[in-house]
């Protein structure tokens, strides 16, 4: 056998491996793929069915209480207008007279209570007093003071449902609640409590039907207890008897939530269900279905598949195996062109195959002369990405610093000018010294307000102004701005505060205080003579607050309303004062847009100019 031959044989074989692992590997996906979508379609149409059926019952089940419970108030009140309830809290419990006058009065009101079908008639009725004594009962009780009794308690209050097991009827009983009113003088006052106990054969139908829920499937009820308070498929007598602590039991009655999963039932068995959460009514409805009869038609696609797998590996190696025959030798030949590739002819088409045959060789030399290509074009893109980063990098600085040098150039004259003045007349003593340092600490502090002002406009520009947010009552911030500006404030004006009641707000305390302490400088500035309201307004509709800051100066001057927050934006509005750096605003409205928050200015209709405020709650 030549070294061509058993090149080929070598490779031949690979070839039947490579066909039935190329035939296999796209069925076994889409194999997997079909399950899996089988089974969320199998999932979300079970979920949809059983959630429908859920809400469905659930929904019935709601309303026929309801009426039962409506049924209950109006009797209730027909009591209250009747003399019947007032002739009772004299005749005292199980009156046989009263019993009948209030029989014929329920049955004038309520004819079901005595006629009608068997099923889901009541079974007793009680008329206690407001203090918890039996005025009359269908049955004959032993007890006969109802005052500590949670369920007369509650019926003092309001109306409602709840559920217990009558051990002497020896059934689930729904029980219904309604206080009995008097009305005088067009005021309306508790009499008493009218209890009554029904069964509940309509709801153990409406639960029994097995219609849409399978082989397996069942609905119940299950009361704030953790008990069943329906019939069961399962067990006999469930009802009362067995305590369900499964997941969905625990969702709703913790957590108020209803759920659809995969989990143990009351049998220990696991199941998929679907709940149904009403725990401010006191129930749950619960609707199962044994998770393997639900994943059923899965697993018979499962075996279905495996079947049509082996068929299909033994076509295929088969087939595998005459095609390699004929294709083997002609890929032998292609063994030189592999030497072309290496040489820089790179249109060839080249498989990648891992192997140590012809096809390897030629692989090997075309994937060395890639690797190398590839790492060249690689090297130089990267090379260019960091000059391209690096560029961008030292003109955004480089704008900063020419941004920096413009404006301490342009601002720091203003204050140093009138300190070099005051220097020069103290020393010819054409001013005191008092007056001279107070003039110098005067003008020193605005430099130093207004450096501060260029390193923010520094941070601001160059994106790394920094808030440090924190909660804090926003009232409070503003009282202690205001109360710390008030030595500063001429006598002429007045500080007047109008807040809404006070919340906390999420914010930088140090940065919004330098926000309102800005803008109340800034009234202060422009009013000689006058009042300064500073007032929040909360926006419960928008979740924020508002705080509006308005004087009653000479207003700002419409040819720079527009663009009052810009940089180096001011201008002189009246006589003898000081127009400031223009920064304060710019710096004001960076940081609200750091708070996510807002600031708009505008004159006031009779005088003055207004600041508002937007911030976030």
Known sequence: MTLSDSFSLSLNKKLIISFILVSIIPLSV??????????????????????????????FVKNIWKSRLEQISFLADEISINPVFATGMSHGENNDELNEMLQKNIEHVWPELQGGTNHDRPYDFLV?????????????????????????????????????????????MLVIVSPVLGQKDN?????????????????????????????????????????????????????FNIKVD???????????????????????????????????????????????EMYLPVLNIKNQYLLIGIITAGIVGFISFLIATRISNPIVKLTQVSHDVSEGKLDVKIEDVKSKDEIGTLYRAFKEMMTNL??????????????????????????????????????LRTPIQPIL???????????????????ILYHARNLKQLANNILDVSHIESGMLSCKMERFQINKLIQEVVDSTKSEVDPDIVIETKLDRDISINGDRFRLSQVLNNIIQNSIKFTKKG?????????????????????TGPGIPVDILGTVFDKFVTKSVQEGTEHGSG???????????????EIFASNNDDKGAKFTILLPL
């Open 187 to 239: 005021r309306q006052f508790v009499l008493g409590v009218l209890i009554v106990k029904r069964d509940m054969t309509s709801v153990n139908k409406i639960m029994e039907d097995r219609s849409n829920l399978g082989t397996t499937g069942e609905t119940y009820l299950v009361n704030g207890d953790k008990l069943i308070i329906t019939g069961s498929r399962f067990i006999k007598d469930a009802a």
């Open 531 to 551: 009042k300064i309201t500073i007032q929040t307004e909360i926006l419960p509709q928008q979740n924020k607050i508002e705080i509006s800051i308005s004087d």
């Open 246 to 292: 499964t997941l969905p039991v625990k969702e709703c009655f913790e957590k108020h939530k209803s759920m659809s999963a995969i989990y143990p039932d009351y049998r220990g068995i696991p199941v998929f269900g679907v709940s149904q959460c009403e725990s401010n009514l006191g129930f749950i409805l619960l609707a199962e279905i044994d998770a393997s």
């Open 374 to 411: 590839n790492f060249h074009i690689t090297k130089i893109k990267d090379l260019n990405e960091e000059l391209e980063n690096a560029n961008l990098d030292l003109k955004k600085k480089d704008k900063i610093k020419d941004e920096f040098i413009r404006v301490a150039a342009h601002e």
């Open 30 to 59: 889409v194999a997997l793929f079909t399950f899996e979508l089988t089974q969320n379609s199998l999932t979300e149409r079970i979920t949809n069915q059983f959630e429908s059926e859920a809400k469905f019952r659930t929904e």
């Open 583 to 597: 920064l304060g605003l710019y710096i004001s409205k960076a940081i609200l847009s750091a708070h996510n928050g």
């Open 421 to 439: 003045g005051f220097i020069s007349l103290a020393r010819n003593g054409k001013i005191k010294n008092d007056e001279a340092i107070n003039g």
């Open 128 to 172: 206690i007093d407001k203090t918890g004594k039996i005025i009359t009962s269908k049955h004959k009780l032993t007890k006969n003071d109802f005052s500590q009794d949670p369920i007369f308690v509650r019926g003092l209050e309001e109306k409602f449902y709840t559920f217990e097991y009558d051990q002497t009827n020896q059934n689930p």
